[in-house]
């Protein structure tokens, strides 16, 4: 065998085995990202009625699941409709506040938390026709009943100004929950009473979704739990009540509530046993 063959016999050898390495390094990295995973599942199984979302600036996953219209960042989310499902995909579970906030909670895809899976169409997430943020001080009014504190809050400044501590006005903000910045109503509860907020001239919706939380500011580890108690009155139809708990951690509870279809009016009663930096936020959204 001549020289010349023997080198390109070895060429060929340290390409196969550089092959087998990139192959190697590739079923790894695939192994430890289980989003590479689901992007090929979420490939499979979606058409394009549907969006598929990547939080982080990760192209290659956006790649993954195309023909399936993909793309990433958090885009507005305000109408819906025509989408049939909405997948987010996002670098851990706290990135996905915005999501959760505009649709509701949604069950980890596959087992990651990190991404998640909306029926939009099947849902009533499509069309929101009623955003709490947007009408403090209109649709939204308060006021605190019982303690030193109590009585109504009149709309003054941007804000319902209850009495009291500037802490006690209640307010369309940003907040931080483990780390993610999210536009909410700041209803700070009290100990020697109850905050008393309410909504009127909804219009028909099919459900209300939202989160709620303790902002970072305001979590410590000895801190007391923040309790809702959700009343849904739509015209003609008995009272829907939910009792919702924002438990003592980072990060926020998202929630749903279905609906009778008809202009309604709610009410959410805000308490908690120990008041020190509470710092509670919510968001409500009516949809269909």
Known sequence: MSRTARELGWLALALVA????????????AKGDTRRALARVI???????????????????VALMRPVPSLWGVPPLSDLAGVRR????????????????????AEPFHGDARVRRWEVAGGHLGRPVFDALEAVGTHVTAAREGGVDGGECPFDGGRLACKGAPWNHV?????????????????HP??????????????????????????DAG??????????????????????????????RRG????RIDVAHRPATATLTIT????????FCFTLTATE
């Open 219 to 248: 979590y410590h580890p000895n801190g007391a739990p923040v309790n809702v108690r959700v009343e849904y009155r739509a015209e003609g139809s008995p009272p829907v009540v939910r009792e919702l708990v924002t438990p003592n």
């Open 272 to 279: 908690t046993a120990d008041a020190g930096a509470r710092q």
């Open 190 to 215: 009290q100990a020697d009473g109850r905050l008393v907020i309410s909504l009127a001239r909804i219009p028909a919706a099919r459900a209300v979704v939202g989160v709620m939380g303790i902002d």
């Open 171 to 187: 307010v369309a903000e940003p907040h931080r929950f483990d780390g993610v910045e999210q536009r909410c109503v700041f209803a």
């Open 252 to 255: 926020v509870v998202p929630w």
């Open 86 to 105: 909405v997948y987010a995909l996002a670098p851990g579970a706290a990135a996905l506040l915005p999501f959760f906030a505009r649709l509701g909670p």
């Open 18 to 29: 550089l092959a087998g390495a990139f192959a190697a390094l590739e079923a790894a990295r």
């Open 43 to 61: 490939r499979r199984e979606a058409s394009t009625r549907d969006v598929a979302i990547v939080v982080d600036e990760a192209p290659e996953l």
